[in-house]
């Protein structure tokens, strides 16, 4: 059986869009959600994160099931947690009361400028507690969010960031996520 997904951002909403999303906070974005990932399809949308170097997000299968990997098979650190510009989310994100209109899945979605021109690759941003890296792969997206996304990539430079951990501790919600920590 064929599903036929209805209601899809069009081409003329993103254009339309774009100065929106372009005008989130340069730096200090408030949280809006946090989300774990059980298992494939499945999401958590918990109070707090809690992530380590070794695995990223406790609690999420990315690191257990990876689609990257080192060439030693082991995971490749760099998609350990994934942070989403909440204005790209919203904008996408519809009906989202049908079980089929799956949250992507990032990890943290803030209300935040993630543009490579704002928040390059290798940035550390910190998000309550925890430090993460902005890696050189690329956010953008698994088949099924491109698919809400009318099967072309959003707005390419507000696709978001996957991000190593590099400093423990715990993310709680609604903290706001910065960038330009320095070690």
């Not at 069009?10 to 990932?37: S, W």
């Not at 009906?95 to 704002?118: C, E, F, K, Q, W």
């Not at 590099?166 to 709680?172: E, S």
Request: charged share 20%.
């Amino acid at each position: 059986m064929t599903t036929i997904l209805t209601n899809l951002v069009t081409d003329e909403e993103l254009t339309a869009a774009f100065d929106h999303v372009m005008a989130a906070p340069l730096n200090d974005g408030p949280v809006r959600l946090l989300c774990a990932r059980p298992k494939p399809n499945a999401r958590t949308y918990p109070q707090s994160l809690t992530l380590t170097r070794a695995h990223g997000v406790i609690g999420d299968f990315q690191m257990s099931q990876p689609w990257l990997e080192l060439p030693d098979g082991s995971p490749d650190p760099q998609i350990q947690v994934s942070v989403l510009p909440f204005r790209s989310l919203d904008l996408c994100w519809r009906n989202r009361d049908n079980p089929r209109a799956t949250h992507p899945g990032d990890n943290i979605v803030t209300d935040m400028n993630l543009s490579y021109a704002n928040v390059p690759t290798g940035s550390l941003l910190q998000a309550g507690t925890a430090v993460l890296r902005v890696s050189e792969e690329p956010n953008d997206g698994c088949v099924k969010w491109c698919v809400f996304r009318s099967i072309r990539p959003l707005i390419p430079t507000t696709s978001g960031h996957l991000c190593r951990s590099i400093r423990p501790p715990v993310t709680r919600c609604r903290e706001a996520v910065g960038w330009g920590y320095q070690i």
